[in-house]
């Protein structure tokens, strides 16, 4: 009796560990939600289309997240869609005991780039108070649709709903040439 009580304690320890969700794994399902809603149904994205970088982005303790992610062979072409999705970190706040503030909720997203636009190198992604760094590069007239060869930064600054006297907080973009 002892060894079944033991069990079943080890086993529903375990369940509730493994129904705990991972920040990264939170935010890709979420990922998963924007796709079906941007996509024209011939798009696709694979996880390997996607970056999520953390920072202190609503304020200096936070660990808010932005996720950049690619739509594939939209309008069944070979071209492709950026987007930028900003997550603002939850609280870890509790209502009557059961219900639990989510990890990470979205904030706001945005078509960040296309092919024959420009393309973001997320990997240079910096976030600081309100603001996002991202460099790149633009397509300039002369360049091959695989190519584009124009240094660009795109700073990104949240402007909160707030100080937009608006329901919904937004990003707005500012891009310059990189020297």
Not at 106 to 111: I, N
């Amino acid at each position: 009796m002892k060894n079944i009580l033991l069990c079943l304690c080890l086993f529903f320890a375990l369940s509730a560990r493994a129904a705990e969700v991972s920040p990264t794994a939170a935010i890709h399902r979420d990922i998963d939600k924007l796709v079906a809603l941007y996509t024209d149904g011939f798009g696709s994205n694979k996880a390997k289309s996607r970056f999520i970088v953390f920072g202190p982005l609503f304020n200096p303790e936070s660990s808010d997240a932005i996720a950049f992610f690619t739509l594939n062979e939209v309008d069944l072409t070979n071209g492709y869609e950026e987007y930028i999705a900003v997550f603002a970190q939850g609280q870890g706040r509790r209502i009557s005991g059961h219900k639990t503030e989510r990890l990470y909720r979205l904030v706001a997203t945005a078509r960040v780039g296309t092919r024959w636009t420009r393309s973001l190198e997320w990997k240079t992604a910096k976030i600081s108070q309100g603001r996002i760094a991202v460099k790149g590069l633009r397509w300039s007239k002369n360049d091959a649709g695989c190519c584009p060869t124009e240094p660009i930064e795109v700073i990104f600054n949240v402007i909160t709903a707030e100080e937009a006297k608006a329901e919904y907080p937004y990003l707005h973009e500012d891009e310059k040439p990189q020297l």
